[in-house]
């Protein structure tokens, strides 16, 4: 079967061997487990030890603990990509083996905090680096070495360094010019 909550495919495998762990919890403890993984996906520190304790009713091994953890994550992250409503995402949980009060409460979670996580996707998306400084220096055979300063998309700073034959810098300028003046091109005829 193809789920919209799955892209329009076939929902993963180990996500339905989660399903039935999910299952062995009580329904407000999902919900409870939920709101503490859509804490995670907004920024706040997963507090691990309270989704155990969450969990330990259920009979669950650590493992376990963190795919039952992993699976809420796909499937809330994925169903606000997909743009899934609250009833259809309760009636694809439940076509793949959750119960409906599981269900339910899943989706209450999806529904409350559904903006914030749409927010947070949209900022993930498609993000690069920042660059922070560049250092150019001669180097040995007429060689020049390039610093490059960034911040990753997990905004940790990093820094590369390579050298540039003359030719290649020369190349690198054309092809720099190049590009600039074909976004301009672009900008005045989006402006008209």
């Given at each position: 079967m193809k789920f919209k909550f799955c892209g329009g495919g076939d929902c993963p495998e180990w996500l339905l061997v989660q399903i039935n762990a999910l299952s062995r919890m009580t329904s407000i403890?999902?919900?409870l487990l939920a709101q503490c993984t859509v804490n995670s996906l907004l920024g706040e520190p997963f507090?691990?030890?309270?989704?155990?304790?969450?969990?330990?009713?259920?009979?669950?091994d650590v493992e376990n603990c963190k795919a039952c953890v992993a699976a809420i994550t796909y499937i809330l992250k994925n169903a606000a990509c997909h743009a899934?409503?609250?009833?259809?995402l309760s009636n694809e949980l439940q076509q793949i083996g959750l119960p409906r009060e599981h269900a339910l409460a899943l989706c209450r979670v999806y529904l409350d905090n559904?903006?914030?996580i749409t927010k947070m996707l949209k900022n993930e998306s498609l993000q690069i680096g920042r660059l922070d400084n560049v250092d150019i220096s001669k180097g040995n055979d007429g060689e020049y070495v390039m610093k490059l300063n960034y911040r990753n998309t997990s905004k940790i700073s990093e820094a590369d360094k390579f050298t540039l034959t003359k030719e290649q810098i020369q190349l690198l300028i054309a092809e720099f010019s190049d590009v600039s003046?074909?976004?301009n091109t672009l900008a005045q005829e989006c402006k008209e």
């Open positions: 403890k999902m919900k507090n691990f030890e309270k989704a155990k304790e969450l969990m330990a009713d259920a009979k669950l899934v409503s609250q009833n259809y559904l903006s914030q003046n074909q976004m």
